[in-house]
């Protein structure tokens, strides 16, 4: 008997919710693997695809956000030999499960910790609360694959942003994997897309779109680059997260700030009166 | 009204031994003076199961473990892996609701629509909730590191049995705490059934203990010197007794107990809405509710709409068998609340009010009492004042909203308001000066895990659920 001939995987971009092909037809090798190499058409595809999932993600309760995360956490678990045989480590894997348990639980108690009542000295209700800026560009760090790609998606999503990832160049299979999971996930199509390929054609696009609301320059290493990246997005005053440096500790807590970065703060006045 | 064919839910997914232990140290255990007592359904008043009544002997058996499991594991342990534990019980919970709400509605008495469709979800999203503040702590707003307080001892009615249970449970364990429990007599099973849960979920022994039993058993619980903090909702009366018990102790102590809510509808209020929300507030889980909105205060103006349409709404009520998903109005808990709802009726017909139910066949076994609406009372009768814990609504009526304002306040409860108008101005005014913990505005009886809960005055102290839930179970 011939030994079994494997069936090999096709890496293909994730875009509101499906896995198309590259529109450019062009693919690159990664790791014995064809990878596509996304054009600046896909990346303002993907816009598209995150700017109409907007409404339904954000509208969605947090506590429909939390468990839909939270699920995510369930899936990634349960592929973990998965991520394992991509070369990630198992302590990776195990670590970027829990962060996205951390994140699910944020879903339904960042409003309660960064809005509240504001006592304005006048006969008026007054509250606070964050909202959801709306579609973020993220650049994942080149590492840790997986662990790097889950810290920068999930903080954005969680309060109701949707994103589109340039993914690491050099480590596109475990971005391409997390998108399988995520699509098994319950999580609405178009709210994480995913571009594989070179930073330099996706991401200047991503900086310079009209309909791009914040950016996360997190995987941008060259400081030029960055500093060019945040002009494009003055352009309609995106909001910025600049690069962290290539020794940033991605096992450490990470607090509050990635999310709070990507919220808006919205205040109500009513008036108080019989 | 309508003839609806029988639409029973199937009693064949809860599956119940016939007797059960307490829930100790991880495993089922025969109370040391091998004693009991039966938990029956209260719609038919057959026996569904022997239940263990722990006494002192147990209270302090729990105790210990409770108090080993938080020195040697749950303590110690990291926020992120007690969370994992939570969300596991969450999830179970939420993939055996089926069976949990038919088990409550069988021991309850309550409608399996509201098993299922409102203590259920709440009691998974209370577990899912919680579980996300394990790991949060530092940023609750109680300080960098709060810690714990150690041994909670909890005692919990039966008008929700595990959503109660929930509530107490959840953000105990969350903060690091371990606890033993104790469910209402007539109400047990759920708790039981909780129980197999945590083994399911793997919790480490010790953490959560449940101990059944009736007034002694919790007496001796929240006497217990290796208890630190004391958690009870239920009557008022039970409360001060409570406070008393732990007076000159250490510890922590929060009470959730009784209320006299006023449901303030305004001339301006769609009434159709209104009437809703009135027939939510005080039908809902018959009337069981602590925050039920017993006292109507409507604007005199239109009273007599307002009364109407209430009365064509109250005459579409089904009351009967809870397992019936059309029932509207199940089982009242147990004879001797129905005694007591029978009582203050009787006081309220002869104190002079007007007594008022729709035409309404009762079954013949088990305990029933019809929706009942009173007119014409006044701030003084017994019905006005004291709680009725059951499917009675006195109606008054009121001219301004300052009046309004004066009657709702006149009682020595305050655990939650409704008001009924169309003026935001005036919601907000109202709410200002109404001395309840939460107030509805153009809804009622609405309830999530991140929207505390508790009352003011004679309703109790302390809160539960949302942010401020977490501080009853840190020590701080």
Same mark, same amino acid.
């Given at each position: 008997m011939s030994e079994r001939v494997a069936v090999r995987k096709t890496y293909k971009l994730f875009i509101g919710g499906k896995f198309p092909r590259s529109e450019s037809g062009r693919s690159y090798l990664v790791q014995d693997s064809n990878v596509s190499l996304a054009s600046r058409k896909d990346a303002r595809d993907a816009v598209v695809a995150a700017r109409a999932a907007v409404k339904g993600w954000a509208g969605a309760t947090a506590y429909n956000r939390g468990q839909i995360l939270y699920r995510v956490a369930e899936m990634l678990e349960g592929r973990r030999e998965q991520f394992v045989g991509l070369g990630v480590p198992a302590d990776e894997v195990d670590a970027a499960t829990d962060r996205w348990v951390w994140y699910a639980g944020w879903s339904d108690k960042l409003p309660q910790v960064y809005g509240g009542a504001n006592p304005v000295a006048g006969p008026y209700f007054n509250l606070s609360s964050p909202e959801p800026t709306g579609v973020v560009a993220v650049v994942a760090p080149e590492t840790p694959a997986l662990l790097g790609l889950v810290s920068v998606i999930a903080p954005a999503i969680v309060t109701g942003n949707t994103v589109v990832v340039a993914a690491s160049p050099s480590a596109p299979l475990a971005a391409v994997t997390l998108a399988e999971v995520l699509a098994t996930s319950d999580l609405p199509g178009g709210v994480v897309n995913i571009l594989t390929g070179r930073l330099s054609e996706t991401v200047p696009t991503l900086a310079a779109h009209m309909d791009v609301n914040a950016i996360d320059? *997190? /995987? #941008? *290493?060259d400081p030029e680059v960055a500093a060019d990246l945040e002009v494009k997005a003055a352009e309609n005053l995106k909001r910025v997260l600049r690069p962290v440096p290539t020794d940033h500790d991605w096992s450490a807590d990470p607090g509050l700030t990635r999310m709070t970065a990507l919220l808006e703060t919205k205040t109500v006045w009513h008036p108080k009166g019989a | 009204m309508f003839e609806y064919a029988p639409a029973p839910e199937s009693r064949s997914v809860v599956d119940l031994k016939p007797s059960y232990g307490l829930f100790i140290d991880g495993k089922f255990v025969d109370p040391a003076d091998g004693s009991g007592f039966k938990s029956i359904n209260p719609a038919s008043e057959e026996v569904l199961a022997e239940v263990a009544e722990g006494g002192a002997q147990d209270v302090d058996r729990a105790v210990r473990a409770a108090r080993r499991a938080y020195e040697k594991v749950w303590g110690p342990m990291p926020g992120r892996d007690r969370a994992k534990y939570l969300f596991r019980i969450a999830r179970i919970i939420q993939e055996r609701s089926r069976e949990l709400a038919v088990l409550e509605s069988l021991d309850n008495g309550k409608p399996i629509k509201e098993s299922r469709d409102v203590d259920l979800p709440l009691v998974a999203a209370h577990f899912f909730y919680y579980a996300g503040w394990a790991d949060k702590l530092p940023h609750a $707003?109680? /300080?960098p590191d709060p810690k714990p307080i150690g041994v909670a001892g909890q005692v919990i009615p039966w008008n929700f049995p595990l959503l109660m249970l929930a509530w107490k449970i959840a953000p105990a364990l969350a903060a690091g705490n371990t606890v033993v429990l104790k469910p209402a007599e007539t109400t047990p099973l759920t708790a039981l059934l909780f129980a197999e849960i945590c083994q399911q979920a793997d919790l480490p022994a010790g953490v959560v203990n449940i101990v059944t039993g009736a007034g002694e058993t919790g007496r001796a619980l929240v006497e217990h010197d290796g208890v630190d903090k004391v958690a009870f909702t239920g009557s008022t009366d039970v409360g001060r007794a409570i406070a008393r018990a732990v007076a000159g102790s250490r510890k922590k102590l929060t009470l959730e107990l009784g209320g006299k809510a006023a449901n303030i509808v305004f001339d301006d209020a769609p009434v159709d809405q209104a009437v809703e929300g009135i027939v939510n507030g005080i039908f809902f889980n018959q009337g069981h #509710? %602590? %925050?039920? $909105?017993?006292r109507l205060l409507i604007q005199e103006s239109v009273a007599d709409r307002v009364l109407e349409s209430l009365k064509r709404r109250m005459a579409q009520l089904r009351v009967g068998d809870p397992l019936d998903k059309n029932t509207d109005i199940g089982a009242i808990n147990s004879a001797a609340q129905l005694a007591r709802i029978k009582e203050l009726s009787d006081a309220g017909s002869a104190e002079g009010a007007e007594r008022w139910s729709p035409p309404c066949e009762l079954p013949d076994r088990g305990f029933w009492f019809a929706p009942t609406i009173f007119t014409g009372v006044t701030q003084a009768h017994r019905i006005a004042r004291e709680e009725i814990f059951g499917p009675v609504l006195s109606v008054l009526t009121f001219r301004t909203p300052a009046e309004a304002v004066e009657k709702a306040n006149n009682t020595p409860y305050g655990l939650s308001a409704g008001i009924w108008t169309e003026k935001g101005s005036r919601i907000l005014w109202m709410a200002d000066r109404l001395r309840a913990g939460v107030v509805w505005a153009n809804t009622f009886n609405k309830f999530d895990p991140t929207s505390p809960f508790g009352g003011y005055k004679e309703s109790g102290y302390g809160r539960e659920g949302g942010r401020h839930g977490l501080e009853a179970y840190l020590n701080v």
């Open positions: 320059l *997190t /995987g #941008v *290493t | $707003g109680f /300080g #509710v %602590c %925050c039920a $909105g017993s």
